[in-house]
């Protein structure tokens, strides 16, 4: 695929370069700032734009710029890229869009099998959480009731947790080494202990709304 990056870190930049030229893409640009990468999409076909959330110009200029992007070239997938998974930056993202869009620490796609695999998801239409942010989302913050969350059984738990990811029902099947049939009971089961209405097959729709759930737990819990 055609990969465009905007990272103001040197040796960061040119790493993803190896990565990518390493996993058989075409990077079609490389530049250090949000403005530089607006003007390189408006001008050049790209499958992806790699994006680092705190580059200039301003203090969360990937965020700003994955905006433009997105509304720009609504078909563009993105990949937003921190030292940090915080959950301020995942409700940012989400509002930028919940389809074609991936949000990763830097240190996990250091390797081109988990940089390749979460290019091919963006690609294929998915959102792409990082695993320790949809993890802690998931876990009751200590000290507090966990309310319908406790109502879980463990399995629903591990579920939910690569639910939350954006993991499809074949690949959360794999993971956990249980059929997809198994998947989908336990999805609907969750969608009921919740109370989250809408299509659970319906994939962006149900991440979102888990995520949307987990977060207002931890808001008002």
Do not use: W
Not at 37 to 58: C, H, S, Y
Not at 150 to 158: G, I, K, P, S, V
Request: proline share 4%.
């Amino acid at each position: 695929m055609r990969v465009a990056i905007a990272e103001d870190g040197a040796l960061f930049r040119e790493g993803l370069v190896l990565l990518l030229e390493a996993a058989g893409h075409e990077v079609v640009g490389c530049v250090p700032d949000g403005d530089r990468l607006l003007a390189l999409v408006a001008t050049e076909p790209v499958d992806v734009a790699i994006l680092d959330i705190r580059m200039p110009p301003e203090p969360d200029g990937g965020l700003v710029t994955a905006e433009r992007v997105r509304a720009m070239k609504p078909d563009t997938g993105i990949l937003l890229l921190s030292h940090y998974a915080e959950t301020h930056y995942l409700m940012r993202v989400l509002e930028i869009g919940t389809e074609r869009i991936g949000y990763r620490l830097k240190e996990r796609v250091a390797g081109v099998q988990v940089l390749d695999d979460t290019l091919n998801r963006i690609t294929d239409g998915e959102i792409v959480i990082e695993p320790v942010l949809a993890k802690r989302l998931v876990q009751n913050p200590a000290g507090r009731d966990g309310g319908a969350l406790d109502a879980l059984t463990e399995r629903e738990l591990d579920v939910l947790r690569l639910m939350a990811e954006g993991r499809t029902n074949n690949a959360i099947a794999a993971e956990l080494f249980i059929s997809v049939k198994a998947v989908e009971k336990n999805i609907a089961a969750i969608f009921t202990k919740l109370d989250l209405s809408g299509d659970p097959s319906v994939h962006h729709r149900r991440v979102l709304a888990v995520l949307a759930y987990l977060q207002a737990r931890r808001i008002d819990g």
